[in-house]
């Protein structure tokens, strides 16, 4: 059951995507969305190594001022787009601003919300200071999620590719999404790959059956070849929409299983990702 969504608002630019995303969400639950808006002033203020004199220090303090400005310009565009996209919805809402680590208070708000959406690209910063290109695996390596990461432009969801490589992990992850009722009406493929056609039957067979033991009917798929090479080609030419993939937080950063491939989904992914190992 999805009661409460926190929802990421990051930058003004995928306010819009992440916003409507989770709105999809929301109303066939009656969930309530809570927008998180996160100011980090150590990384606003900071402006690298610099040398002494009244001159450099202005100019730093002029920058950090402008950052600070343009973070807060940003932060209300988004909250604003939020509540009207909430409102015109008629979901249920309310926007929290807060101060510090976003990776910290990400981490404490999940304990009280049933998954969150972020973006895949855009969490914090506000289009003031660069992202760091691991947010969201930090994200993810704090214990936050399950995880709903969208691209920046929106695009519903309408067809969902599980890739299931046959770990606890990757059945816990699919387990959870089938137990969360997300989209229960678009179809559903499990993709498996590697050589073992023997293998692979036996584990699809088994997944699909616990998708219908609640009610979701699936295709499965032997894919054949490696998914830290083949599953986002996979994914496009089938032209999903959303990709469920599981792993532990300590395997995906470790590539231990999708290889270079998880952080294409985590990265460069314009799919979005479901999270929940």
């Not at 309530?32 to 001159?55: F, I, K």
């Not at 990757?170 to 499990?190: E, M, Q």
């Not at 959303?242 to 990265?267: D, P």
């Amino acid at each position: 059951m999805i009661k409460r969504i926190l929802v990421g608002l990051g930058t003004s630019s995928t306010a819009e995507s992440v916003t409507r995303h989770a709105i999809d969400i929301a109303k066939p639950h009656s969930a309530e969305l809570v927008g998180l808006a996160v100011t980090d002033p150590l990384r606003l203020e900071w402006t690298g190594p610099r040398p002494m004199g009244v001159g450099v220090t202005a100019a730093s303090s002029d920058l950090v001022r402008h950052r600070v400005e343009r973070a807060a310009a940003d932060i209300q565009a988004a909250s604003e787009l939020f509540a009207t996209r909430c409102r015109d919805a008629d979901v249920s809402h309310r926007v929290t601003e807060e101060t510090g680590d976003p990776f910290e208070i990400a981490a404490d708000l999940v304990r009280y919300h049933d998954m969150c959406v972020f973006g895949l690209h855009g969490l914090f910063e506000h289009d003031v200071v660069p992202e760091p290109r691991d947010a969201l695996e930090r994200l993810v390596s704090q214990g936050v999620r399950p995880i709903l990461a969208v691209a920046e432009q929106y695009r519903p969801i309408r067809r969902v590719l599980v890739a299931y490589s046959g770990s606890l992990e990757s059945a816990k992850t699919f387990k959870h999404f089938v137990h969360s009722g997300l989209y229960a009406d678009v179809p559903v493929r499990i993709v498996h790959f590697g050589d073992d056609a023997q293998a692979a039957s036996r584990r699809l067979e088994k997944a699909a059956a616990f998708f219908m033991a609640h009610g979701r009917s699936v295709e499965t798929d032997h894919a054949g070849g490696s998914a830290d090479r083949d599953l986002l080609p996979y994914a496009n030419e089938w032209n999903a929409d959303l990709i469920v993939a599981g792993n532990s937080a300590k395997n995906l950063l470790l590539r231990r299983v999708f290889g270079e491939t998880a952080l294409r989904l985590l990265r460069e992914s314009h799919l979005p990702l479901y999270l929940a190992q």
